[in-house]
């Protein structure tokens, strides 16, 4: 859990902004927002990083179900509980990484 919060700030501090991941960006923050959760000017960023977060883990640990990465969102971030994280995840897989098969249920 703090990993995952250690490994969002890096990726923060790295992010390089490319035209390819500006569309993929928006496409995710849009898809964030038909599934019901709220994108602001505050919240933003943070969506991102932990899209891109959730991405990446999935990438790294092609055997951690889309629940799991939700999972560690939610214990990391209280403002993100489960039901969000899944949001995000979702959004995250379609957008950031559709190569990665599996997707969580939203309810």
């Given at each position: 859990m703090k990993a995952l919060m250690i490994?969002?700030?890096a990726a923060a501090a790295g992010l390089a902004l490319a035209p390819a991941a500006l569309a993929d960006?928006?496409?995710?923050?849009?898809?964030?927002?038909?599934?019901g959760l709220p994108v602001s000017d505050?919240?933003?960023?943070?969506?991102v990083q932990l899209g891109r977060q959730a991405c990446l883990t999935a990438h790294e640990d092609p055997a951690?179900?889309?629940?799991?990465?939700?999972?560690?969102i939610a214990e990391a971030r209280s403002a993100y509980p489960f039901e969000k994280a899944t949001v995000?995840?979702?959004?995250?897989?379609?957008?950031y990484c559709p190569d990665v098969?599996?997707?969580p249920s939203v309810s």
């Open positions: 490994s969002v700030m960006d928006q496409g995710y923050l849009a898809e964030v927002s038909s599934l505050d919240n933003r960023d943070v969506l951690m179900r889309p629940d799991d990465l939700a999972m560690q995000v995840v979702t959004a995250a897989l379609h957008n098969t599996a997707t």
